[in-house]
């Protein structure tokens, strides 16, 4: 089975600070890993998505990901932070395991503070 | 091209009462996916759906939960007798596929509605 671990439910940062988001997953098949953004009152954004091909993804907004098979993980960063980046942020896992469905299983969440 | 629709975006019941939520995949999208977003909790997975079909229901409630994709018109959640407890905010997604007739999963993304913020009194 599949699962997201997210360290960290606030994250704070100055605007033009480096912004980095963790993520863990655990999965018994190669896993597909998305990052989604939610501003508030709003609905997912997809930012990127690993699926096997390139480890290191850019995703929109200057965001980008690197996926580490040794280490599990599949930390978002940003090199210099914005007050718009303001959000939350999931890091998902496709389940296509077992029941291959592709449903989505999230993390808790990781609320971006971008500090003036 | 137009993105999910949901509506209403903001639904409030009275305990007892019925609630029904739409959502409209993209255009050309079969795939719809239902989640839902507890007060300080992640998105968890409800029910995956095909035209006509259920093909995933592991994460919806056993009682007083459904849903349906009819072959035309939008995907319904309904929420038969609700609780306080059901105050949440319910996303669905569309994909253009899903898991393929193969069994072969699409890696295809899933986007995502504005939600239906549901609450009740």
């Known amino acids: 089975a599949q699962s997201v671990t997210q360290l960290g439910s606030h994250v704070s940062v100055s605007e033009g600070a480096l912004v980095l988001l963790r993520c863990n997953y655990s999965?018994?098949?190669?896993?597909?890993l998305f990052w989604y953004v939610q501003y508030p009152n709003q609905g997912l954004q997809l930012l990127l998505k690993?699926?096997?091909?390139?480890?290191l993804v850019k995703g929109i907004n200057g965001f980008e990901a690197e996926f580490k098979k040794s280490e599990t993980s599949f930390h978002l960063t940003k090199p210099s932070a914005h007050m718009s980046d303001a959000a939350e942020y999931f890091c998902?896992?496709?389940?296509?395991?077992?029941?291959?469905?592709?449903?989505?299983?999230f993390g808790q969440g990781t609320t971006l503070q971008v500090k003036p | 091209n137009a993105g999910v629709m949901q509506n209403p975006r903001h639904l409030v019941r009275r305990r007892g009462q019925e609630a029904r939520l739409r959502c409209s995949p993209m255009?050309?999208?079969?795939?719809v996916y239902w989640y839902r977003q507890l007060p300080e909790e992640g998105l968890k997975f409800m029910v995956y759906?095909?035209?006509?079909?259920?093909?995933?229901e592991s994460g919806m409630p056993k009682e007083r939960f459904s849903a349906e994709f009819p072959k035309e018109g939008p995907s319904i959640l309904r929420i038969q007798q609700v609780v306080r407890g059901d105050s949440a905010a319910y996303f669905c997604?569309?994909?253009?596929?899903?898991?393929?007739?193969?069994?072969?999963?699409?890696?295809?993304?899933?986007?995502f509605g504005p939600g239906t913020r549901l609450t009740v009194l």
């Open positions: 997604a569309s994909s253009p596929a899903g898991t393929q007739t193969s069994g072969i999963t699409s890696t295809d993304t899933q986007y």
């Open positions: 999965s018994s098949v190669p896993p597909y």
């Open positions: 690993y699926t096997s091909a390139a480890t």
């Open positions: 998902a896992v496709s389940d296509h395991g077992s029941s291959n469905t592709g449903k989505l299983i």
């Open positions: 255009k050309g999208h079969s795939h």
């Open positions: 759906l095909q035209k006509e079909n259920i093909i995933d």
